[in-house]
């Protein structure tokens, strides 16, 4: 029986984080824990690339841009959606959900998932770095691993 089973490391490949800047008191700690996260599994400086963008919505256009280039591992989408008192909060979370997911589908580049989609902003603020640990950090460890998988298969 073979079993495919991902490594977390870097490895030799380059990895882009598309980050939102909106909310950005919460993204950029997102941001910090996926770089940090790839400098401890070996990845170089040179290996990391940040694209700014202004809000959720655009994470999806310039992460499919980006893992259309064939320069990328992986993509690595981050951000924040937190909900108010209308519905443009399911609109927001549906499309870049459904955008990301589309994404992996068109390009076969693992671009992962790492929008937090929080009721409050206090979920919010425990995603990025407190209780319950830090969401970038973890779609870092993702990246790394679905690359490990991809390069198996």
Not at 11 to 22: A, P, T
Not at 96 to 112: E, F, H, K, L, M
Request: a positive charge; glycine letters at 10%; proline letters at 1%.
């Amino acid at each position: 029986m073979k079993e495919v089973k991902g490594q977390v490391r870097a490895g030799k490949g380059s990895y882009v984080v598309v980050v939102s800047r909106f909310n950005e008191f919460i993204t950029a700690k997102l941001l910090a824990g996926a770089i940090d996260c790839l400098r401890r599994h070996d990845a170089a400086d040179n290996q990391i690339s940040v694209v700014w963008v202004p809000g959720a919505c655009e994470i999806t256009i310039a992460a499919k841009k980006l893992a259309k280039t064939g320069k990328y591992a992986a993509v690595i989408c981050l951000g924040a959606v937190i909900r108010g008192q209308t519905s443009h909060y399911d609109y927001i979370c549906q499309q870049v959900a459904r955008g990301i997911g589309q994404i992996n589908y068109d390009t076969a580049v693992p671009t992962i998932f790492g929008v937090l989609t929080c009721d409050t902003l206090e979920q919010a603020v425990e995603r990025a770095g407190t209780k319950m640990g830090n969401a970038g950090a973890e779609a870092a460890l993702t990246a790394m691993e679905t690359v490990s998988i991809m390069e198996q298969i």
